[in-house]
């Protein structure tokens, strides 16, 4: 069994509802990791996360405790660097057994064909501003420099009050189906270049959507709801579906 799901988003909500979203998170990673050959982080799963050589943002032991741990029990865990979440260095790697991906990934998983990405930085070509910003914020030389430069303190109440801007714009109650089209349209063209490909799963756009035309297959994992949060699974026989976890 392959698991998937993204945009957490730890540490967005105040303290008391971070901890209740961190433990229905950490449920779900126990849940998963029972059957699991692997588990995908595709990207968001912390509301900001920037990462100095030396210093890490404070909480969230419970998350990395039970990635370890699973990780430790030989069980791959993949993670996949969103816009709020890509400021990493080499912790998750070297403390917590996670390999982590900056970029889509095509995978060979029971027998089928699956493109992988975030999302957030595809076909943008038509707005330059947010290229620009994107050229920037995966910057290594950019990101040492504000490393240098920027009190951990002040990084985070900046990241903090940039990551609240950034996903007010994809608040769940705002979206639509039709807000998914310019991931849609990515897809199309991935599809006509590699028409083997048998699944694409996004993360990114706030909303839960199974999409299906002829010979195109796109699973939006949708946003962490702690009451209802989504996830995808690709079966041993190559079936991928959504599901609400219920523990």
Request: charged letters at 25%.
């Amino acid at each position: 069994m392959y698991y998937f799901a993204s945009d957490v988003h730890l540490g967005a909500d105040s303290s008391a509802e971070t901890r209740r979203r961190e433990r229905r998170f950490v449920a779900w990673l126990d849940m998963a990791a029972r059957d699991a050959e692997a588990i995908f982080l595709v990207g968001d799963i912390f509301d900001f996360w920037f990462e100095y050589v030396r210093v890490i943002p404070k909480g969230f032991v419970r998350t990395l405790g039970k990635l370890a741990e699973i990780a430790d029990r030989g069980v791959d865990i993949y993670f996949f660097t969103g816009n709020h979440d890509m400021w990493c260095y080499d912790y998750f790697e070297r403390e917590c057994g996670i390999k982590v991906f900056r970029g889509p990934q095509r995978m060979r998983l029971a027998g089928r064909n699956v493109f992988i990405a975030h999302g957030d930085n595809m076909n943008i070509d038509d707005k330059p501003l947010l290229r620009l910003m994107n050229t920037i914020f995966r910057s290594s030389a950019a990101r040492k420099v504000f490393s240098w430069v920027v009190h951990p303190d002040l990084a985070l109440r900046f990241g903090h009050w940039w990551s609240g801007k950034s996903r007010k714009s994809h608040a769940t109650d705002t979206l639509t189906r039709d807000s998914l089209g310019f991931l849609v349209e990515y897809a199309r063209g991935y599809v006509s270049q590699h028409p083997d490909t048998d699944y694409i799963i996004f993360g990114h756009m706030h909303y839960a959507c199974d999409y299906r035309e002829e010979a195109l297959r796109v699973l939006f994992l949708g946003a962490w709801d702690v009451d209802n949060p989504t996830y995808c699974v690709i079966d041993g026989g190559g079936d991928a579906r959504l599901k609400t976890f219920e523990p």
